[in-house]
């Protein structure tokens, strides 16, 4: 069975400091992995995603993340957060060895102060 | 317009009555999918389908019924609507000629109140 644990569902950052926000999975078989962003009032949109090739993942907006197996987590960074990041974000885990079911997290909200 | 989109966008019923929350997409992805998002759940899967009248439940069906006739669409209906079935529901889709398997592009939402 697969599952993803956010951990902490507020974060606040000064506007200019690092982003950090914590993914943790759980998978039976390699998976692969995803942070989705979504603006208010909006649908989610695919920040970056771990497909088994590199293990540093860059994504839009200066957002990265690195997948650790040993740690079993794909924590989502930036290093100098902007108002515009200000959003939720969603980290979700995809077995790699077929089937489509997408399993997301309850999500972590960025606030971003000036 | 290409992408996905949902209809309607906001949508106030009552308990009982029956609801139907639409879903097209333009981009011929096979799968397609409807979510719940509730505060503090993140998103459920309610149902999905791998392609036109292939349709199976996802984690939360109890309540819902899909069908998906033509590929590009994928309506979502609640038979007798409940107030434990206000939410935001999202569809997406995935997977194409031109797009990968592995992400998923959602349509901006329904915003469902059952009074």
């Known amino acids: 069975a697969q599952s993803v644990t956010q951990l902490g569902s507020h974060v606040s950052v000064s506007e200019g400091a690092l982003v950090l926000l914590r993914c943790n999975y759980s998978s039976s078989v390699p998976p692969y992995l995803f942070w989705y962003v979504q603006y208010p009032n909006q649908g989610l949109q695919l920040l970056l995603k771990y497909t088994s090739a590199a293990t540093l993942v860059k994504g839009i907006n200066g957002f990265e993340a690195e997948f650790k197996k040993s740690e079993t987590s794909f924590h989502l960074t930036k290093p100098s957060a902007h108002m515009s990041d200000a959003a939720e974000y969603f980290c979700a885990v995809r077995r790699n060895t077929g089937g489509f079911k997408t399993i997301f997290g309850a999500g972590t909200r960025l606030f971003v102060k000036a | 317009d290409a992408g996905i989109t949902q209809s309607p966008r906001y949508k106030i019923t009552e308990t009982g009555r029956q609801v139907t929350l639409m879903c097209h997409q333009t981009w011929s992805h096979s799968y397609m999918f409807w979510y719940r998002q509730d505060l503090g759940h993140g998103l459920r899967l309610i149902y999905y389908s791998a392609a036109a009248d292939i349709t199976d439940k996802g984690e939360v069906p109890d309540g819902y019924v899909v069908s998906r006739s033509k590929t590009e669409n994928f309506p979502l209906t609640l038979e007798s609507a409940t107030r434990s079935q206000t939410s935001v529901y999202f569809c997406?889709?995935?997977?194409?000629?031109?797009?990968?398997?592995?992400?998923?592009?959602f349509g901006p939402g329904t915003r469902l109140t059952v009074l």
């Open positions: 997406a889709s995935s997977g194409g000629p031109t797009t990968s398997y592995n992400e998923q592009f």
